[in-house]
């Protein structure tokens, strides 16, 4: 039985706390395993399938053919011939990948370029008739619909606009914080069709303007947060990370200010592209489209003046995938759900994580929510890489932290959380690779609180292998300065034996305090 889900979450569990009873291996969830996304954009082919088991998705697949299928369109009206001749090549082979792999639901959708071209439903028929691929034309509503819940999937009551740019449109659409999606619209502000905009900068810029009118009508005014999603903005959120010299390359969750991303198009505008390319190891057929997608997001910033925009990895295929979960799973926590399931599958111990939060929880005093969910997440991925080479574990396990694909976390969550998970492993983080320029990520006190995590997970696994609070509890008196290891049994007094007695006390220095055995022999 699993415990009823609110809409606002999972009601507290008495046995599995605030959380809830996982999900990742009840019917609801294994009824996801291998769904495939076929999306048939206006730049690009793509075929995701995904091991949908976990709230955060996982790629079991994932290959993209720039094809270009818009390419043109502004001149002829119907799709570009070598796009297509490339495309259905794409949609062949990812018709038969899908076979072999057992996916299903594989669902195929097409955007902008197959829904407007003259010959959109004769390219439609031939894939069907050469792939058994049934391609399913959405609108523009349905397209930023879909790339709201997209990122829904990665952020869990987000707010704000999300901007949805592919190679021939361009769509918005409003979170409303709440799991909803609210209004949306179309344009046709994508790069392919503006290269058709004959006149000049100055007649391109006119253009942009006056659809961003258009688009931006109804919309709240000054929304806290803008989303992007799509290729463009990403390869111009990587040229950000290159001016700024950022130090961890994930682009999910990459935050900008709106001035800091004025400054990278004017970066754009004075730098060959070609360098920018060589760089950022953005692909030739994206980094042509980067500057008119510039163009167009320089008059969005300007036009919509958010306090904070944010990069999102998800868009219209993880989009598809969240609306096959049910509501339970959707009110999830896609981190905690998706280190339960690392946990289920790698762990020497699975289940040993939720004891070992127990343990250490009394550390954490004053910890809110979204601390409390880092705090768990590291203690379910405490062992998932204990399979790696002794000499480089720590590392490993720091490395799978901030550079996993994972949902829910901000860039300085995935540092916290990689922090903890290498001082399980290592005391120091001298001779671990660790790039100590991730720390301007990090508050100190942040830093300085996931190195106690670490030790506090490092002597609890070493102090008991099954439940250690059955054994012993731990109580922090900040204000003495003390920290008390309560032993229960002749069996706990057994288990506190010197390699436990040198990581309490080690553990007891990072913290400051001093370390107070009752119960002992």
């Known amino acids: 039985m699993h415990a009823e889900t609110s809409p606002d979450g999972p009601e507290h569990h008495p046995e599995w706390g605030p959380f809830g009873v996982p999900l990742f291996d009840g019917p609801e969830a294994q009824s996801l395993q291998r769904v495939g996304v076929i999306d048939i954009g206006s730049n690009s082919v793509r075929m995701v399938i995904f091991d949908g088991a976990a709230r955060s998705p996982a790629y079991f697949f994932n290959e993209k053919i720039l094809c270009g299928l818009g ?41 902008a370029a197959v829904r407007d071209a003259e010959d959109g439903q004769e390219f439609r028929d031939r894939v069907l008739a050469e792939a058994g691929l049934d391609i399913h034309v959405i609108d523009g509503a349905e397209e ?44 046709d502000l994508g790069p392919l069709k503006l290269m058709g905009i ?46 700024r010299g950022y130090p961890l390359k994930v682009l999910h969750e990459y935050r900008m200010t709106p001035k800091g991303i004025l400054d990278t198009i004017k970066y754009i505008g004075k730098t060959d ?25 320089r008059v969005l910033v300007r036009k919509l003046h958010p306090k904070e925009i944010a990069v999102s990895s998800y868009g219209i295929r993880e989009g598809l995938l969240y609306e096959q979960m049910s509501p339970a799973l959707k ?39 979204d601390k409390k969910r880092l705090i768990r997440a590291a203690c379910l991925l405490h062992d998932v890489s204990w399979r790696a080479h002794p ?16 949902g829910g976390m901000t860039h300085a969550e995935r540092v916290y959380l990689g922090l903890a998970l290498l001082h399980r492993y290592k005391s120091s983080r001298t001779g671990t690779g660790f790039n100590a320029e991730l720390l301007k990520l990090l508050p100190e006190d942040q830093v300085r609180e996931a190195e106690i995590l670490g ?33 229960h049994s002749d069996e706990g007094r ?16 990072a913290m400051g305090v001093e370390p107070i055995v009752v119960g002992a022999a």
């Open 71 to 111: 390419a043109g369109f502004a001149e002829t009206r119907r799709l570009n011939p070598e796009g297509k001749i490339r495309a259905l090549a794409a949609l062949r082979r990812f018709a038969r990948l899908a076979k072999a792999a057992e996916v299903s639901p594989l669902l195929a959708v097409a955007t």
């Open 455 to 487: 030790r506090a997970m490092r002597f609890g696994a070493m102090f008991a292998v099954a439940n250690p609070i059955d054994h012993g509890t731990l109580v922090y008196r900040p204000k003495r300065k003390e920290l008390i290891l309560t032993l």
């Open 198 to 243: 004959t006149g000049g900068k100055k007649a391109l810029r006119a253009h942009i303007k006056a659809e961003l009118a258009e688009l931006t009508k109804g919309f709240p005014e000054e929304p806290g947060r803008l989303f992007l999603v799509g290729g463009s903005w990403r390869a111009i959120a990587r040229i950000d990370m290159e001016r």
């Open 391 to 406: 000499d480089y574990r720590a590392e490993v396990c720091f490395d799978n932290a901030t550079r996993a694909n994972l």
């Open 273 to 297: 592209l070609e360098e920018l390319r060589a760089r950022t190891g953005t692909s030739a057929e994206r980094m042509r489209l980067v500057p008119l997608a510039a163009e167009v997001l």
């Open 331 to 369: 009110a999830r926590d896609p981190l905690i759900e998706a280190a339960r399931h690392s946990e289920a599958q790698s762990a020497r111990m699975p289940g040993f994580g939720r004891k070992l939060y127990r343990f250490v929880e009394p550390l954490f005093p004053r910890a809110k929510h």
């Open 494 to 509: 057994d288990l506190f034996g010197e390699v436990a007695q040198a990581r309490f006390k080690a553990l007891a220095a």
């Open 144 to 187: 930023a619909r879909l790339s709201a819940q997209g990122v829904l999937l990665g952020w869990p009551g987000a707010h704000g606009l999300i901007c949805d740019i592919g190679g021939s449109s361009m769509e918005l659409a409003e979170l409303k914080g709440s799991g909803k999606v609210g209004q949306r619209a179309t344009s």
